[in-house]
């Protein structure tokens, strides 16, 4: 008989859906920071005002979805420990 709590068999595959979880947490971080450097690049690069208004909005969204993603991400990792 298993411990009280102790996840039983499925113990170990809920680890793995978390490393695979984290896994493709840092996936998309690492996909958003190339985006939104690039997106920096280009700004920096263009002189019209919609365009740089429209990369800004842009670019804001962005880093809203990377704060989210690297909250989770450490919440997950917490988590993990």
Known sequence: ?????SGGIFA???VM???EY???LRAKEKTLLERIEKMRKTMNETVELKTLGFM???LEEAKKELNM???????AENEEN
Do not use: F, P
């Not at 008989?1 to 709590?5: T, V, Y």
């Not at 993603?69 to 919440?75: G, P, T």
């Open 22 to 24: 984290l896994k493709s």
């Open 1 to 5: 008989m298993l411990a009280k709590g």
């Open 17 to 19: 859906d978390n490393k």
């Open 56 to 58: 800004s909005e842009m």
């Open 12 to 14: 170990k595959e809920r």
């Open 69 to 75: 993603i690297q909250d989770k991400l450490s919440s």
